[in-house]
């Protein structure tokens, strides 16, 4: 990659032949994120960065992976690696994939188009927000972009029945329902930067209720009128699955016992995860709980990681841990902040070529080879041993 390209903005960095403009170099996300913050105005900043309540479990979702070592290896042949992992059919040649994240028009001026083509460019899926600022049909007119689809449950199901029916129509490939939101945590920073919408910017997937636009959080014009169904049940999962083809993954679970009952329900998927510390505060995090999940399932399912991802060991810890592949969301909307889809690619990029780097130093040639070997012994969670689990 070119990086070294001086010109009047600073440094510019090619990918892709998209040329993004940086005061200094990008070697890591953790650069994105601190050009983010002098691109974003402070409600934005404040939004991707908020956790819920006291932000324990924000802080906790990184120091739990900072603290886990790798056991490196030597004398190894890993001349060759392969990264690629297939997930419902698809086959993946690494194993991330973009998280959902609402309102990223917030972010940058394309927004989720953006987000698609950054996606698209590094064959990752990318899943979109129920909450999206741009409409899913919109976002699948993107050329190459592989697309799953992240559900909030409507108090009126009819609409979210027609809201099913559009995405699958569309070609979106897999549903994800988030299971861990009867309600919005409670967000101090994110309310003492004052979120809102701004003019122009609307939860288009809700139009036809009439609630895309709001400026009081998830109550529009004084109503107590939520857009989130605190009723959701496992009959709502099994209406869910009724009513689509798309395989359905069950995203905001960390109990054990969730987890088995999904896997006696024959739910396609699960996504371990806290919603990225911005629900309940003082839970575990994300990769703490996983290895409990991927226990309690057994291999009958696949199983992913959503929360902390910063570095491509972690990517590797969450594999050794039983995870498939993983998700990111503030690394790429940092991406997005500051170079749109070339931002994202590179973010990818990154975040690949250190994994990449991982995998060769611990004597791993493919992600088959990852398990718990790859971890320190006294840092590697208990667990029974790694299953195989079924795409």
């Known amino acids: 990659m070119d990086a070294d390209a001086r010109g009047p903005a600073g440094p510019l960095i090619n990918v892709a032949e998209q040329v993004i403009s940086v005061p ?20 934005a900043s404040e939004y991707i960065a908020s956790g819920a309540g006291d932000e324990i479990t924000l802080r906790r979702n990184r120091e739990c992976f900072d603290r886990m070592l ?4 030597v004398l190894v042949d890993v001349s060759r690696l392969d990264t690629s992992v297939e997930l419902y059919g ?22 989720e188009m953006e987000a698609a083509r950054g996606a698209a460019a590094t064959g990752a899926p990318y899943v979109v927000s129920t909450f999206a600022s741009t409409a899913a049909e919109r976002i699948a007119e993107v050329p190459d ?21 559009r995405v699958e129509q569309s070609g979106y490939r897999a549903l994800c329902v988030t299971v861990d939101t009867p309600m919005l945590g409670i967000r101090d920073r994110e309310k003492r930067a ?7 910017i609307e939860r288009e997937n809700l139009k036809p209720l009439g609630t ?58 699960l996504i371990v995860s806290n919603h990225g510390a911005r629900n309940l505060d003082t839970v575990p995090a994300t990769i703490e709980a996983l290895p409990r999940i991927t226990d309690a399932v057994e291999g009958r399912m696949p199983v992913l990681l959503d929360g ?43 975040l690949r070529a250190e994994m990449r780097a991982a995998m060769m130093l611990c004597g791993t040639t493919s992600l088959g080879e ?21 795409a």
């Not at 698809?90 to 927004?111: D, S």
């Not at 679970?253 to 088995?260: I, T």
């Not at 320190?376 to 667990?383: M, V, Y």
């Open 90 to 111: 698809e086959k993946l040649e690494f194993p991330v994939l973009l998280a959902p994240c609402a309102y990223q028009k917030l972010f940058h001026e394309e927004g």
């Open 70 to 73: 790798l056991q490196p290896r």
């Open 145 to 165: 972009a592989s697309l799953w689809f992240q559900l909030y449950v409507h108090p009126d199901h009819g609409f979210t029945e027609e809201l099913i029916q």
């Open 212 to 269: 895309g636009a709001t400026k009081a959080g998830h109550f529009d014009k004084g109503k107590k009128y939520s857009i989130l169904d605190p009723a959701i049940t496992w009959k709502t999962i099994e209406w869910i699955r009724s009513r689509t083809k798309m395989p359905v993954l069950l995203k905001g679970v960390l109990s054990a016992e969730d987890a088995a009952r999904a896997a006696a329900e024959g739910i396609e998927g």
């Open 370 to 390: 990852i398990d718990q070997k790859v971890l320190w012994a006294k840092d590697a969670p208990a667990r029974q041993g790694r299953r195989e689990p079924r």
């Open 308 to 350: 902390g991802i910063r570095r491509g060991t972690d990517v590797l810890k969450a594999l050794a841990c039983g995870a498939r592949a993983v998700l990111i969301g503030r690394p790429y909307l940092w991406g997005l902040a500051v170079g749109g889809a070339a931002g994202i690619q590179h973010v990818m990029e990154m």
């Open 24 to 43: 200094g170099p990008m070697i890591n996300v953790f650069d994105y994120e601190a050009q983010s913050r002098e691109r974003l105005t402070r409600m």
């Open 194 to 200: 004052g979120f809102h919408l701004p003019e122009g």
